[in-house]
Antibody
Framework: QITLKESGPTLVKPTQTLTLTCTFSGFSLTTSGVGVGWIRQPPGKALEWLSVIYWDDDKRYSPSLKSRLTITKDSSNNQVVLTMTNLDTVDTGTYYCAHRRVGVTSDQGFDPWGQGTLVTVSS | QSALTQPASVSGSPGQSITISCTGTSSDVGGYNYVSWYQQHLGKAPKLMIY???NRPSGVSNRFSGSKSGNTASLTISGLQAEDEADYYC??????????FGGGTKLTVL
């Protein structure tokens, strides 16, 4: 059974840096085709894809947020860390991490997702 | 990259079928068969319902089906049930090797 859980601060001040950790179990981030992604959702708004990291350390970022994001993995400890710099109030929302599996001719989407963690950006 | 376009809301009565559209471009939806659909109940994490345009993960009801024509993907829910009331999001792989979500559709079961 695959599970993921996000952790990090619930309140961050504007201009500060946010560091979120996704701790997972039930799969290995050294297995070919496996990845972990981050998605966020402002209150009452739509999902927004942020970043994904794959088993081979390939990293992808949302073009609009690329300059502010860094994703890393610690496969031995089953964790993925997302860092977002220069936070603003518009970055307030629930941040999810999710398991992902891709193949040469398949993209199996994000499944499952963590429960999410609410981050509020306020002074 | 711009978000994929979905209708803000759709509705249907129990037992009916509804279809939610997801329109992108030839650089995302139209260019790849890598469209996914997610269901999100209020206050819950999203759940994968469809991947690779039309494939259902194990455990997802066969009342849910997906298709694609050109730059538009569609999610159809047949035999609508009260428990289907939720927000639905599409997602696609893009030519930049990134991902993009749709704006979401609120499904109301009348």
């Amino acid at each position: 059974q695959i599970t993921l859980k996000e952790s990090g601060p619930t309140l961050v001040k504007p201009t500060q840096t946010l560091t979120l950790t996704c701790t997972f179990s039930g799969f290995s981030l050294t297995t070919s085709g496996v990845g972990v992604g981050w998605i966020r959702q402002p209150p009452g708004k739509a999902l927004e894809w942020l970043s994904v990291i794959y088993w081979d350390d390939d990293k992808r970022y949302s073009p609009s947020l690329k300059s502010r994001l860094t994703i890393t993995k610690d496969s031995s400890n089953n964790q993925v860390v997302l860092t977002m710099t220069n936070l603003d109030t518009v970055d307030t929302g629930t941040y999810y991490c999710a398991h992902r599996r891709v193949g040469v001719t398949s993209d199996q989407g994000f499944d499952p997702w963590g429960q999410g963690t609410l981050v509020t950006v306020s002074s | 990259q711009s978000a994929l376009t979905q209708p803000a809301s759709v509705s249907g009565s129990p037992g009916q079928s509804i279809t939610i559209s997801c329109t992108g471009t030839s650089s995302d939806v139209g260019g790849y068969n890598y469209v996914s659909w997610y269901q999100q109940h209020l206050g819950k994490a999203p759940k994968l319902m469809i991947y690779d345009v039309s494939n259902r993960p194990s455990g997802v009801s066969n009342r849910f089906s997906g298709s694609k024509s050109g730059n538009t993907a569609s999610l159809t829910i047949s035999g609508l049930q009260a428990e289907d009331e939720a927000d639905y999001y599409c997602s696609s792989f893009t030519s930049s090797n990134t991902l993009v979500f749709g704006g979401g559709t609120k499904l109301t079961v009348l």
